[in-house]
């Protein structure tokens, strides 16, 4: 796979070293990477290598959504769909929507919890099916009351170890360091590439509430020693400041949604150098389509409560220079995998980003939340050859990248996912 030599040329190369476009570029890939990059007149092209047109489009590494759950679930309600729906169904929705982020621009993405993308990424790398290169977590780890357990439901209904109701989207609860080193061994056992946790409680769980604090810090370092253990590290979903906090402080390299970070927790991060991802897609899309969508009446309303004050937390974390990638947090049907650039647009009109950094925040940042730091994320020399050509200028427009028609061609790790450039 991806021996081949392939020649992008006349194309116009996104450099997130020079925040802009190389003029007249050339990329030549070869076995999987890229082996050379430039002005058109500085990369020969060999003998043997099969050139493609570029046609004056855009290059830019492939898009990366960070935090997103592949569950094959076609609406919000948590209740409903995953009692009337066989497994089958969810791993079949699966696959298609695996196709449609790669179709749409993205090459990798971070399934922050859930069985479905854990095994079609087996699936994926056999070439069995088309889609991103996927990192999941798995089976994520909550305390018992905590974001991921269901605690709306009686508790006859819920497995107390594995909440397994919640089929798609099922985790294991665990209480205790002891419980919680098992459980985040449990979840390397099932082929986790991270560990996901529940540093506090979250918008669509019932009883709790965002600035709940959940595993504790000694929890927290247990399941980061595991993690490391492992050559692993951990991902909370963290929204309220003393959970934002205790992760940080435990070793937690990747804090997605972050509702209430303030200043402090905020320079906290920036110490330790971990990445925040907003997730503002998902709030975002509540507030659109939720009664439509099966959420229900407390999750809309703590959606409308936590908004205003998440972006203003994002766009002070974004001044205070904190990493930040996108992640949408969309889980399918409703929240629709394929529209994942929603958030590069969210960054811009909401953080006060410039298209540019959104890019940025959607390639070299968000590769560090993929574990790939390094390997993807620029058009560079030596990175794996994710590239995307799109038709209209994205520094120019940044709402084009919604559009999944401009994505004219996808490459991933040297292979040819989609090649519209002709047509
Ligand atoms: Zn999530």
Redesign the pocket.
Known sequence: MGNKKIVLDNVRIFSSEKMSLIENGRILVEGGKISEVGTRGSVDVPSDALSLDGMGRVALPGLIDA?L?VTGMRTGDNVKEPLLTPMGVFFARGVKDLESLVMAGFTTIVD??GIVSLHLRDAVNEGTIVGPRVFAAGFSLSPTFGHGDVHYMPIEYVDARTSKFMKPLKGLICDGEAECRKAARYSLREGADFIKVMATGGVLSQRDRPDYRQFTLEELKAIVDEARAAKRFVHA?AQGKEGIVNALNAGVKVI?HAIYMDEEAAELAKEKDAVVVP?LSIVHKILEVGPKAGIPEWGLKKSEEVYKDHVENARKAKRLGVKLATGT?FLGGFFPHGENALELKLFVEKLGMSPAEAIKSATETAAEVAGMKGSIGRLERGMLADIILVKENPLLNIDSLLNVKNVELVMKGGEIVKNNLSQ
């Open positions: 935090h759950h922050a919890g979903h997605a997730t947090d």
